[in-house]
């Protein structure tokens, strides 16, 4: 099974600042590694897939990049609505794994 | 547009059963692969199994494997979830999801239900 890592779990931040967050695999995921955003009472929604493209309709500030086994997610000058939960999740290989999460606040 | 909507959780005693229904909208339902995935109060995300567009393949994570059946009926759009055995630690939101691309296995999940909240207690 491939281990997903996150870090940090939070990250307390200010609008207008930029993040990163950081996700981590036990073993190569192929860059197949995708980036999901939730909100409280939402279902998630995809943000990032292939480790750097955006999914339809997300915001240039979302950015992905990173390979093999470390992988970021940087949000840069931070809206008001992106203050949610991030999870990062490999779909290379069965089982499909996720992180743990990073709660951005 | 696509539209997923799950029904059918509830709350169940230990070893109790509950079958899980996701009725799919706005795509073709037959070419798409599709995953339960669920989360635990003030938890992450796990996935729970998988079945191809075809259903000739299914996956299962370990925790579930041997107690929970994904199934599909085409001619019904809707994909299922049949959790027997069910232990308190089952307790989660189960979301019904699509992949990003038809007929692939190795895609991004792409579209999500709203969830149906299982909670496994006495």
């Known amino acids: 099974e491939t281990v997903m890592t996150q870090s940090p779990v939070t990250l307390s931040v200010s609008p207008g600042e930029s993040v990163t967050l950081s996700c981590r695999a036990s073993q190569s995921v192929n860059n197949k590694l995708a980036w999901y955003q939730q909100k409280p009472g939402q279902a998630p929604r995809l943000l990032i897939y292939g480790a750097s493209t955006r999914a339809t309709g997300i915001p240039a500030r979302f950015s992905g990049s990173g390979s093999v086994r470390e992988f970021t997610l940087t949000i840069s000058s931070l809206q008001s609505e992106d203050f949610a939960f991030y999870e990062c999740q490999q779909y290379n290989q069965w089982p499909l794994t996720f992180g743990g999460g990073t709660k951005v606040e | 547009q696509v539209q997923l909507v799950e029904s059918g959780g509830g709350v169940v005693q230990p070893g109790g059963s509950l079958r899980l229904s996701c009725v799919a909208s706005?795509?073709?339902?037959?070419?798409?692969?599709l995953h339960w995935v669920r989360q635990a109060p003030g938890k992450g995300l796990e996935w729970v199994t998988f079945i191809r567009y075809d259903g000739g393949d299914t996956y299962y994570a370990a925790s579930v494997k041997g107690r929970f059946t994904i199934s599909r009926d085409d001619s019904k759009n809707t994909l299922y979830l049949q959790m027997n055995s069910l232990r308190p630690e089952d307790t989660a939101v189960y979301y019904c999801?699509?992949?990003?691309?038809?007929?692939?296995?190795?895609?991004?999940?792409?579209?999500w239900g709203q969830g149906a909240l299982v909670t496994v207690s006495s």
């Open positions: 999801v699509r992949l990003q691309q038809p007929l692939l296995q190795d895609v991004p999940f792409d579209s």
């Open positions: 706005g795509f073709i339902f037959s070419s798409y692969g």
